[in-house]
């Protein structure tokens, strides 16, 4: 079984490839989890997504041959998604046992409490989100109506459109940081998080009717206004260059997380994330037409964490190397 009762800290290893990139501090339920599966695998994992120390997320990729694994009485709940790879996996629980090849983009939730034998025949390739109970009670808190936490239900192997999308855009965002060798960006991980709550809670949980509808309802919301959107974009200008917080944007607009990324969405189109992102873009175009401040300068001043990140979403973005762009400026 997973002891989750390990209060030792560790710093765990972020391997892209097998080459360390950093060694981020892993709270001690969360490495012995991974350590669990570490025992259970013989493998380590390809690479983390720590949890930043505002919040967000905790994920981590993984390659794995045939192992075996019991979970039950976790410090974490388990979200899994197949990402690659032919084998068959088991389930056993309570007398009863599951087969099944899951499909590219199937989804498995196993809950901190649910105990389980797990087993693999062949290699795969999969994504762990690690659920906190507790920041899933603070999002309960503050978006529920009733007082009790919802349960999210076990699930295994399942295609949810919504969820194998979610995997997708983690997944992509996830390898730009890990082949960058930079911990993910602290806005990106606390975003992430309240989108999959909301998502689990509403469509996946034994939430009552009343706490259903209120999640539904607030899927609607009014754009920010004009003036809200005004105060924040001066903020995001004044703070490019530094770490931007979810908390902070959606406390300049006076909301809760999940409304202000609802009206922000609303008013602009993008998650606060992709926004923040594409201003950070844009000024280093801008710079790079017209000034002659290194890369790495510009890099440093429009918020990105080395000169290899900025260099990777410049290129997904315009097609071409910062230096390239601005040599064919000049051309």
């Known amino acids: 079984m997973v002891d989750s009762t390990a209060k030792r800290q560790v710093a765990q290893s972020n391997l892209v490839d097998g080459t360390l990139c950093a060694e981020p501090e892993v709270s001690g339920s969360l490495s012995s989890m991974l350590e669990a599966v570490e025992r259970a695998s013989g493998v380590r994992p390809v690479y983390l997504i720590p949890k930043a120390a505002g919040g967000g997320l905790f994920a981590a990729k993984w390659k794995f041959d045939s192992f075996q694994v019991t979970t039950g009485n976790l410090a ?39 105990r389980a034998e797990w087993s693999t025949e062949g290699a795969c390739e999969a994504v762990h989100v690690y659920i906190d109970r507790d920041a899933t009670q603070e999002f309960a808190d503050r978006h529920l109506i009733t007082a009790s936490l919802p349960r999210i239900e076990d699930f295994f192997a399942i295609e949810d459109p919504w969820l194998t999308g979610y995997f997708q855009m983690l997944i992509c965002e996830c390898e730009v940081f890990a082949s960058c060798r930079q911990p993910a960006d602290e806005l990106f991980l606390a975003q992430t998080e309240v989108l ?17 509808k209120a999640l539904a309802a607030q899927q609607t919301v009014n754009p920010l206004r004009a003036t809200v959107m005004r105060r924040v974009n001066e903020y995001i200008a004044a703070n490019l260059a530094n770490d931007i917080c979810l908390g902070d944007l959606a406390a300049l607009a006076r909301m809760s997380v999940g409304h202000f990324m609802r009206a922000f969405r609303a008013a602009c189109g ?21 000034t002659g401040v290194p890369v790495s300068r510009i890099a440093a001043e429009c918020g990105f964490k080395s000169v290899s990140h900025f260099s990777t979403r410049f290129h997904a973005r315009l097609g071409v190397s910062p230096s390239r762009y601005r040599a064919a400026l000049r051309e």
């Open 76 to 114: 974490q709940s388990l979200l899994v998604c197949r990402t690659a790879g032919p084998a068959t996996v088991s389930r056993r629980s309570r007398a009863t046992c599951v087969r099944k090849r899951p499909k590219i983009g199937a989804v498995t939730f196993a809950g901190a409490d649910t």
């Open 196 to 212: 999959l709550f909301r998502h689990l809670l509403q469509w996946h949980s034994d939430a009552g009717t009343k706490d259903r």
């Open 270 to 290: 993008l998650t606060p994330y992709h926004y923040v992102l594409e201003q950070r873009l844009q000024q280093a175009r801008d710079m790079l037409k017209t």
